[in-house]
Structure formats: structure tokens, C-alpha cells
């Protein structure tokens, strides 16, 4: 059974930093393109950030214009895990992130590309 489980969400200041992780198990995503989503109260789930498959542009990355800068995807394909590094964080910032899996090697910006998904971690940046 293919199983997405994020960490790391809490409370933070703004200005402050946070790391989530997305571990997966069940199957090994390495050449699966993964993204992060974020739903904020009120408001349509957004992409974040995806990183491709190993073997799509050395896994590369792309972010949405809010997080440009401030937040990093990587992957640690030993430990079928992806991070999100989110730095200078803003109020706005707010919201439940989920990671999910795509059935293809890039990480699309559409939601629809997804096919697993986890349960997602709050993160709540106070001003």
C-alpha cells in the first residue's frame, strides 16, 4: 500500500523557518515527480513546489511565484523522501501543505497529475 506521511508543520514567527518532510513508503517514488500543495482556509489547494525524477533534468525544481527564493524542494531518493525547506516566512504563508506523487516523472502544476497524497501538515506563521 502506497502511503505519503508529511512532518514538520508547527507554529513559527514570520521571518522564521521551517522544514517539512514527505516520506514515502510502499513503493519507490525516485522517478516520480513530486509536489507540494498548500490550502489555505477558504481558499482552492495551490502548488508550491515540485522536483521532477532522478532521470528527468537531474530532478529538477519549479516553484510558484509566491514561494520564489524563499523555499527549496530537494529529495533524499535513499530515504524515498522529500523535503521542503521554507525560509523567511510570511502570515500569508498559512495554510495545511500536502505532498503528493505523481503518475509521471515531472512534478506538474495541476493537482489533476497527482495520484497519492498525504495527509498534510498545518503550518501557521504568526505576525
Known amino acids: 500500500q502506497v502511503q505519503l506521511v508529511e512532518s514538520g508543520g508547527g507554529l513559527v514567527q514570520a521571518g522564521g523557518s521551517l522544514r517539512l518532510a514527505c516520506a514515502a513508503s510502499?513503493?519507490?517514488?525516485?522517478?516520480?515527480?513530486i509536489g507540494w500543495f498548500r490550502q489555505a482556509p477558504g481558499k482552492e489547494r495551490e502548488f508550491v513546489a515540485g522536483?521532477?525524477?532522478?532521470?528527468?533534468?537531474?530532478?529538477?525544481?519549479g516553484y510558484a511565484d509566491s514561494v520564489k527564493g524563499r523555499f527549496t524542494i530537494s529529495r533524499d531518493n535513499a530515504k524515498n523522501t522529500v523535503y521542503l525547506q521554507m525560509n523567511s516566512l510570511k502570515p500569508e504563508d498559512t495554510a495545511v501543505y500536502y505532498c503528493?506523487?505523481?503518475?509521471?516523472?515531472?512534478?506538474?502544476?495541476?493537482?489533476?497529475?497527482?495520484?497519492?497524497w498525504g495527509q498534510g501538515t498545518q503550518v501557521t506563521v504568526s505576525s
Open positions: 510502499g513503493r519507490t517514488f525516485s522517478n516520480s515527480g
Open positions: 503528493a506523487a505523481s503518475s509521471i516523472i515531472r512534478a506538474p502544476t495541476i493537482r489533476a497529475a497527482y495520484n497519492y
Open positions: 522536483i521532477h525524477g532522478v532521470s528527468w533534468s537531474g530532478a529538477s525544481t
